[in-house]
Each structure stands twice: as C-alpha cells, then as structure tokens.
C-alpha cells in the first residue's frame, strides 16, 4: 500500500510546474477582459448616440415644429389638425381610456414611427416629415373587441 502511495505521490504534479503556465493563462485572460470591456464600451457609446431619445430629436429638428394633439379613446383617434405641413412635427399623444399603440404608416404601408398613448401621459413624439402624402395612424396595442378599425389619417402637404 505504502508502494502505491509514494508512486502516487511522486508523479503528481506540483504547483510549481504550473505557476508560469496558470500566469500565462490569466495574463491573457486579462488582455481579452479589458479589450472586450473597451470594444463593449465603445458600441454602448456609438448606440446611446445613435439613438433617436426625445431630447435628441427635438435639437436634430431645425425650426419650431408644427403641433398635432392626438387624443385617443377606444376606438377612434382625435386629432388636432387633419392637415400638416412637411418639415417637424410634435405629435402630443394621449389616451382617455386605456393604452393603445400609436402608429404613424406611409401610404406603402411602412412605419414610420410609433409611440405609446397612455392615460393621464403626454408623450411627445417627434417627426421630421419630408415626404408629402397621406399617412394612416393604426392602434398597435390590442385595446378591445373593436381594435381593428381603431385607424384614422392625415395628409402633409
């Protein structure tokens, strides 16, 4: 038994015959750390900038913008102008009654942009119109039994 122990013993290996190898390990480890950590950092930044948040938009948007109130209630959309002029626009959106998605479709049928409307909430939504023609609002939250013809338009001329 004691044969076997001593055999055993002696060909394991010891901490000293991989010390240089366990450093040269998290020597690496370390240089992949701080160069994903960089490269992270670097793609936050480009993405915190490159998205459209309110305050961001409203400086991007030469000019006073045009002011449409959206007034929404199940299941009809309330608008304070059916007509816009091309150039920035503020929609201030709303809701009476429950949630309901607000949707902005070019006559494609593309989105252009969207926002929530919410009870007791103005949230102000800001588009930068440079495509005369007429665009539909659809609700994007399902808000009832009568949710799919929740739709209106407006034309920009």
């Given at each position: 038994m004691a044969v076997f122990w001593k055999v055993g013993a002696s060909s394991m290996p010891r901490d000293d015959d991989y010390k240089h190898v366990a450093e040269a390990g998290y020597a690496i480890r370390r240089k992949y750390f701080w160069a994903l950590l960089a490269v992270s950092l670097v793609l936050f930044i480009i993405g915190v900038l490159a998205f459209p948040y309110p305050?961001?938009?409203?400086?991007?948007?030469?000019?006073?913008?045009?002011?449409?109130?959206?007034?929404?209630?199940?299941?009809?959309?309330?608008?304070?102008?059916?007509?816009?002029?091309?150039?920035?626009?503020?929609f201030d959106?709303?809701?009476?009654?429950?949630?309901?998605?607000?949707?902005?479709?070019?006559?494609?049928?593309?989105?252009?942009?969207?926002?929530?409307?919410m009870p007791d909430?103005?949230?102000?939504?800001?588009?930068?119109?440079?495509?005369?023609?007429?665009?539909?609002?659809?609700?994007?939250?399902?808000?009832?039994v009568a949710h799919h013809i929740m739709a209106t338009e407006f034309e920009v001329k």
């Open positions: 305050k961001v938009m409203e400086a991007k948007i030469k000019g006073e913008p045009f002011v449409v109130k959206i007034n929404s209630k199940q299941f009809q959309w309330d608008l304070s102008a059916a007509q816009i002029p091309l150039g920035p626009v503020r959106v709303t809701s009476q009654d429950v949630n309901h998605g607000f949707g902005i479709y070019d006559e494609k049928g593309g989105l252009v942009t969207q926002s929530q409307a909430y103005v949230n102000k939504l800001y588009v930068n119109f440079t495509k005369p023609g007429k665009y539909k609002i659809w609700c994007l939250e399902y808000c009832g």
